[in-house]
């Protein structure tokens, strides 16, 4: 299977990759730093991560990239994104185009690819809005609700998860966790719920080390300045316990350099209520795979992750801080806690299994 795997990077992670990846030029290299940095690791497929021959990956919305790889095929310098990433399938000879960004190249693209690809997927796990995806052969998710309106649109649509990337095992072997409680996540006017969580959980700060690496808006910024202290920004502020234990937001090997330094990740889909009761964010692979014990919000997990064996739960805001207490007293059962959830993440969400079910699918 000649496999061409598509994804992209977000406003977020741009400054922190375009940092890293500044002193080379090539194509080759480029990708090679990003693969490294293991940015959304969880959905790289296995032959990409091993660098097999027959895959190709790449980052169709990242300019600097696609642009190195069209100079090197001495292409027009005027060429679309769009034009490139056609360009590199044809030249791939792809025979399965999997893509991560189906927003940005919906059935209109996929009308386009040449006819040596036999099978187009896609992932989507979020709204999609007016989006027609209905070229492709299956859409692929691990949220049942999402998976049913798919099909009501009257496109394919299967059940399909993240999977435990290896190079976390070296951090979850880490012992030395002085960071007691870690958050990392989004922050904005629309997490109401996660905000009021945050905020009940940043007034332990003088008991334990609390952590948060918060992504937050422009406008969050702006509205902790005197102009946000009234009117509407102030639905952006961060309150004075949480600005107190944020830092700047991680990403990469950032990201799971500070899990391995903690020993309670807490994990909550927030309030942007898109999928009910069923629970299955990125961070449920990187915090258990990281050897951490995460803590995550009441809800559906997806099989293999049992509540209470694998990971604790709390139901609401005065419950958060009932079982982190307990959490935080019982080291030794917290341990257990975060070995248990760290061998079922490898073993049941392993990169050979994910690669095997990907297969079977295409």
């Not at 741009?14 to 080379?24: E, L």
């Not at 107190?244 to 391995?260: A, C, D, I, K």
């Not at 919000?297 to 005065?318: A, N, Q, W």
């Not at 760290?342 to 297969?359: P, V």
């Amino acid at each position: 299977m000649r496999l061409f795997q598509n994804s992209g990077i977000s406003r977020s992670y741009a400054s922190r990759f375009k940092g890293i990846s500044n002193d080379v030029s090539s194509f080759e290299d480029i990708r090679r730093i990003f693969l490294e940095d293991r940015y959304g690791a969880p959905h790289i497929l296995q032959p990409v991560l091993m660098c097999d021959d027959s895959a190709f990956f790449t980052n169709g919305d990242d300019e600097r990239l696609q642009r190195a790889w069209a100079n090197q095929q001495g292409l027009n310098s005027r060429m679309t994104l769009e034009q490139i990433l056609l360009g590199q399938i044809e030249h791939h000879k792809t025979e399965v185009f999997y893509n991560l960004d189906p927003i940005r190249y919906p059935s209109r693209f996929v009308a386009k690819l040449p006819g040596c690809v036999k099978r187009k997927v896609a992932w989507r796990a979020a709204p999609s809005g007016p989006a027609d995806f209905g070229a492709y052969d299956s859409i692929l998710c691990n949220f049942p609700s999402f998976i049913s309106k798919f099909r009501q649109m009257g496109w394919r649509s299967d059940y399909f998860s993240p999977a435990h990337d290896p190079e976390l095992d070296s951090y979850a072997a880490n012992r030395d966790r002085p960071v007691d409680v870690l958050f990392v996540g989004g922050f904005s006017r629309h997490h109401v719920e996660r905000a009021t969580i945050l905020d009940v959980v940043a007034q332990l700060r003088h008991r334990y080390r609390i952590e948060f690496r918060l992504d937050h808006s422009r406008l969050t910024t702006l509205a902790e300045t005197p102009a946000g202290l009234f009117g509407p920004l102030r639905a952006y502020r961060r309150t004075h316990n949480v600005r107190h234990v944020s830092g700047p937001p991680v990403f990469g090997r950032q990201l799971y350099e500070r899990l391995s330094s903690a020993k309670i990740v807490l994990n909550g889909n927030g309030a942007i209520n898109l999928v009910g009761r069923e629970r299955g964010n990125m961070r449920c692979w990187e915090a258990m795979g990281a050897g951490c014990a995460m803590l995550s919000d009441d809800g559906v997990y997806p099989e293999g992750m049992e509540p209470e064996i694998d990971f604790k739960v709390y139901r609401d805001s005065v419950d958060v801080l009932t079982v982190l207490h307990e959490m935080l007293e019982n080291i030794a059962e917290t341990t257990l806690v975060a070995e248990a959830g760290n061998r079922m993440i490898a073993n049941f969400f392993s990169k050979e299994r994910q690669w095997t079910h990907f297969m079977n699918l295409t």
